[in-house]
């Protein structure tokens, strides 16, 4: 079995955007970023969410 997409912890979500962790769950809190997957008391993100963030930010950025 291959894992296409793998699943981030919060510390490597927040390195593919260059932020800190601290920020990224503000982020989150704020809903800027999409909500976790919850697996037991763990929270994880697809790396798809998170590029496709950073892909809609370049668009946004695109179309100002």
Do not use: Q, Y
Not at 1 to 22: F, N, Q, V, W, Y
Not at 40 to 63: C, H, V, Y
Request: hydrophobic share 40%.
């Amino acid at each position: 079995m291959t894992i296409t997409d793998p699943l981030l912890k919060a510390r490597e979500a927040a390195a593919h955007l260059g932020i800190s962790e601290p920020t990224f769950w503000r982020h989150v809190g704020k809903g800027t970023l999409p909500k976790p997957v919850k697996l037991g008391a763990n929270s994880r993100w697809p790396r798809s969410e998170i590029l496709g963030f950073i892909e809609a930010a370049k668009a946004k950025r695109i179309d100002t």
